[in-house]
């Protein structure tokens, strides 16, 4: 069974920072590319960063600059460097990546639990 696992939410106050971890664990081949997404009471579900197996990386402009993402291949682990963090950056935030399962020749989308992440002002 493959899952993702998340951790590393909390509170904080604005302009600290915080480090999400994620981390892909089953019968695994590869896993191209993982991302983490975010969804505010009342909002969609959005893209916050991805990365490839290569390291190229695609940010949401709300983050730029702010926001760090970057993963260990060996470890199937994602993580995601929070600085500067702002109050509407509160949301819970999802790890996403495509996974290709031993035995199986199409990748599959899984998604995370979720981890809360809280900015207080």
């Known amino acids: 069974q493959v899952q993702l696992v998340e951790s590393g939410g909390g509170l904080v106050q604005a302009g600290g920072s915080l480090r999400l971890s994620c981390e892909a664990s089953g019968s695994i081949f590869n896993v191209n590319p993982m991302a983490w997404y975010r969804q505010a009471p009342g909002n969609k579900r959005e893209l916050v960063a991805a990365i490839t197996s290569g390291g190229t990386t695609n940010y949401a402009d709300s983050v730029k600059g702010r926001f760090t993402i970057s993963r260990d291949n060996a470890k199937r682990t994602v993580y995601l460097q929070m600085n500067s963090l702002k109050p509407e950056d509160t949301a819970r935030y999802y790890c996403?990546?495509?996974?290709?399962?031993?035995?199986?020749?199409?990748?599959?989308?899984?998604w995370g639990q979720g981890t809360q992440v809280t900015v207080s002002s």
């Open positions: 996403n990546a495509n996974i290709l399962r031993v035995g199986v020749f199409n990748y599959d989308v899984y």
